[in-house]
Nanobody
């Protein structure tokens, strides 16, 4: 299973970006998909997760109300729409996947088996 993240870039404070994560090599769509980020000098942290049907979603408090996670199973792609971006959102963003047909979502990175390469988001003031 391979994950390919894209969509990062340089944006000004208050701006928006949409990240995409496309998955290949899996047999079905029953995966929990998550987004994590790692800022310079900090540990990787949970951002958002979505269940395989798209109905269940979870967000870190720091992004709730500003970020929206969605998925298009027909395209094997998960999106992270980021709005009202702040300098503290600057980080490398990683997508991750865990085979699961259950409704439970995971905030701990140890539960995710597959990872993308990361895409850099820089928010300038």
């Amino acid at each position: 299973v391979q994950l390919q993240a894209s969509g990062g870039g340089l944006v000004q404070v208050g701006g928006s970006l949409r990240l995409s994560c496309t998955t290949s090599g899996r047999r079905d769509n029953r995966y929990v998909m998550g987004w994590f980020r790692q800022a310079p000098g900090k540990e990787r942290e949970f951002v958002s997760a979505i269940g395989w049907t798209g109905s269940n979603k979870d967000y870190a408090d720091s992004v709730k109300g500003r970020f929206t996670i969605t998925r298009d199973n027909a395209k094997n792609t998960v999106y992270l729409q980021m709005g009202d971006l702040k300098p503290e959102d600057t980080a490398i963003y990683y997508c991750a996947g865990r085979p699961s047909g259950a409704a439970w979502l995971y905030r701990d990175s140890k539960y995710y088996a597959y990872w993308g390469q990361g895409t850099l988001v820089t928010v300038s003031s």
